[in-house]
């Protein structure tokens, strides 16, 4: 079946603009994870979200950062004010439940860059 | 908190050597699962072993094999008879079972593994 996805793959903006990151986890996944991976940083989580409940969001580096998750499926990363610092390939996963047996199935990941 | 370290930055074999990849981790928490991911150059992470805190017996699945020690928090990672479509980064990964928690995965840096032809 179809796996993670993300959209898009790459996206230059410039300093200070507004960006969104798209994610469409695997079909029946009720947890879904957003994940930024940068060279000083290495993988760090950011907000996760089960099913209809209110995310978890301590993850976030600051409050230019925020997700939402509609109908418990499609998943929005929002990085408002961007800035260099904030370039980086966020990743989304997602996982059959929140059961930490389950393994997260990652997505190919877009990458951002901010001039 | 949780903590997973991997002091080898870099490792390079010839193919056919065997390779062992280290990581130590950090939780006080009693329940738990660790993680082996990789993640070739086109980017996105593979989900590869799994082990819970309670399951000391090691195993061997094809050419991986892990190594968990409870006594000393290590859960090594062997790749026997390397190839080259193993060169890759390979992460190991935390996750605890506390209720309450968003039981994201807490990563260490990576090793990157060349295999050398």
């Known amino acids: 079946g179809a796996g993670v996805s993300q959209s898009p793959s790459n996206k230059v903006t410039e300093k200070g603009k507004d960006v969104e990151l798209r994610c469409d986890p695997i079909s029946g996944h009720t947890a879904l994870y957003w994940y930024r991976q940068s060279l000083g940083q290495g993988l760090e989580f950011l907000i996760y979200?089960?099913?209809?409940?209110?995310?978890?969001k301590s993850g976030l580096p600051s409050d230019r950062f925020s997700a939402e998750r509609t109908g418990g499926s499609v998943s929005t990363l929002t990085i408002q004010r961007t800035q260099q610092e904030d370039s980086a390939v966020y990743l989304c996963?997602?996982?059959?439940?929140?059961?930490?047996?389950?393994?997260?199935?990652f997505g190919p990941g877009t990458r951002l860059t901010v001039l | 908190a949780q903590k997973v370290t991997q002091a080898q930055t870099e490792i390079s074999v010839v193919e056919k050597e065997d390779v062992t990849l280290d990581c130590v981790y950090e939780t006080r928490d009693t329940t738990y699962y660790l993680f082996w991911y990789k993640q070739p150059p086109s980017g996105e992470l593979v989900f590869l072993i799994r082990r819970n805190s309670f399951d000391e017996q090691n195993e061997i699945s094809g050419r991986y094999s892990w190594n968990f020690q409870k006594s000393t928090s290590s859960f090594n990672f062997t790749i026997t008879a390397s190839q080259v479509v193993d060169s890759a980064v390979y992460f190991c990964?935390?996750?605890?079972?506390?209720?309450?928690?968003?039981?994201?995965?807490?990563f260490g840096s990576g090793t990157q593994l060349t295999v050398l032809p």
């Open positions: 996963a997602s996982s059959l439940s929140s059961s930490s047996y389950n393994e997260q199935f």
């Open positions: 990964a935390l996750r605890i079972s506390s209720s309450g928690s968003a039981r994201q995965l807490t």
């Open positions: 979200f089960q099913g209809n409940s209110a995310p978890d």
